[in-house]
């Protein structure tokens, strides 16, 4: 079974832009979940999507967004693009009960200059 | 809130030696626990977890986790270390009612060197 993959694994992006990150998640998983991960904040949750719908979401500004589709893959947003969201971005897939695991992807490292 | 409080930042140990790693979690309600793993240039894994039952959980290649209520504690064990378990390593809280779906509030993280 292939597992969750991200893409791309790098982007280097200029304060103020604008960028979409893309996760696909793996087969029959229908949730899928975001998280950012720093040196210094750790791994923060985002926000989760199950069935093209938010179920959950953190306490990140609303510069930061998500959507699912139908086909359960994601993307995330992020816009006006600060030197802080400088990141680690990790998506994770689970069948979507309370308590399933994460299954995690690699990851995309946004650069912010 | 939750909050997760990984007792160590790095930890070295040689080859055999035995390992625990601490983890306590601030959050009165039921929790479900995690332990992942993150090997060098590789993804997060899942290495245990513990829902309900037995306290005492075993995970993979060999490790096992204690969930102690009382302490609010789930601190991870491997009896004798090898050099491959070098990594970080991530404790990891969840509500277990309410909405918490996909949400994990993760601790800051313990990085294990084991020298051969």
């Known amino acids: 079974k292939a597992g969750v993959t991200q893409t791309p694994r790098y982007l280097i992006k200029t304060r103020g832009q604008q960028v979409t990150l893309s996760c696909s998640p793996i087969?029959?998983?229908?949730?899928v979940s975001w998280y950012q991960q720093t040196p210094g904040q750790g791994l923060q949750f985002l926000f989760e999507y199950f069935s093209e719908t938010q179920r959950n979401k953190g306490n990140f500004p609303g510069r930061f967004s998500g959507r699912q589709f139908s086909n359960s893959r994601s993307e995330m947003n992020v816009s006006t693009l600060e030197l802080g969201d400088s990141a680690l971005y990790l998506c994770?897939?689970?069948?979507?009960?309370?308590?399933?695991?994460?299954?995690f992807g690699n990851g995309t490292r946004l650069t912010v200059t | 809130a939750q909050s997760v409080s990984q007792h160590n930042h790095h930890v070295i140990l040689s080859e055999a030696a035995s390992l625990e790693l601490g983890c306590n979690y601030s959050?009165?309600?039921?929790?479900?626990l995690f332990w992942y793993v993150q090997y060098p240039g590789q993804h997060l894994q899942l290495l245990l977890k513990?829902?309900?039952?037995?306290?005492l959980v075993k995970g993979i290649k060999g490790f096992e986790a204690e969930f102690i209520k009382s302490k609010f504690s789930f601190n991870l064990r491997k009896p004798s270390v090898q050099w491959s378990d070098t990594a970080e390593y991530f404790c990891?809280?969840?509500?277990?009612?309410?909405?918490?779906?996909?949400?994990?509030?993760f601790g800051q993280g313990t990085i294990l060197t084991v020298h051969p």
């Open positions: 990891a809280v969840q509500n277990a009612g309410g909405t918490s779906y996909g949400k994990l509030t």
């Open positions: 994770a897939s689970s069948s979507g009960g309370g308590g399933s695991p994460l299954h």
């Open positions: 959050y009165g309600g039921t929790v479900n």
């Open positions: 087969s029959g998983h229908r949730s």
């Open positions: 513990y829902f309900s039952g037995d306290p």
